[in-house]
């Protein structure tokens, strides 16, 4: 009998189609799970995907919005980037919470991991509450045009409920949060 976790996927060949300093592509010729010839491609991107969700003692929170070239529209999130492998996630994420917010935090807590799109990307996830916050001067990348917003957690909540955000890891991150608090699980 079948085990259910091995990979039923058999690659026969496989190609480069495209590299660049974050992600590369590759075409792969397979024999699909039923034994027939087909094709995959993977996108593996070449650094974690890192989010921090601010939360001050007052149950606020920051949002940036930007501008996001490959969906051709405004977008409001919590803090994200990229996180070299070579460095801790934390390290990452303390990174860019500061970079486009200028908060420093004095708690943090990893609430996530997860696949952002496991049917054609590698890219892996890390999300983190960052609590006690300190304001500093944000220090945005030359490739960031950002607008901060602080709002009320309920709020930003409330947002993510009716769809107004749309970011996947945003989305995660509120959920998680508004689970932890309801459990009583901060502070």
């Known amino acids: 009998m079948h085990n259910p976790e091995e990979n039923p996927w058999k690659i026969t060949s496989e190609s480069a189609i495209y590299d660049n300093p974050w992600i590369n592509v590759t075409e792969y ?3 699909n799970p039923a034994g027939n010839p087909g094709i995959y491609g993977k996108i593996h991107f070449k650094n ?5 969700l601010p939360l001050d003692d007052e149950l606020n929170t920051y949002l940036v919005g930007q501008y996001r070239f ?3 529209q405004y977008s409001w999130e919590m803090p994200e980037g990229g996180g070299a492998f070579d460095a ?4 990452s994420a303390q990174r860019e919470l500061l970079e486009e917010t200028g908060l420093k935090a004095n708690k943090w807590t990893e609430i996530q991991r997860m696949h952002l799109s496991n049917s054609v990307s590698d890219e892996l996830s890390i999300l983190y509450l960052a609590q006690h916050l300190e304001q500093f001067e944000p220090e ?3 490739t960031e045009q950002l607008v901060i ?3 009320p957690f309920e709020e930003l909540y409330q947002m993510v409920c009716s769809g107004l955000v749309t970011d996947s890891m945003t989305v995660a991150a509120v959920l998680k949060v508004k689970i932890m608090l309801m459990e009583n699980m901060l502070f």
Do not use: D, S
């Open 140 to 142: 945005p990348e030359e």
């Open 29 to 31: 010729q397979v024999l």
């Open 88 to 91: 801790t996630p934390l390290a």
């Open 149 to 151: 917003k602080k709002l």
């Open 70 to 72: 490959p969906l051709n």
């Open 48 to 52: 974690l995907a890192i989010g921090v």
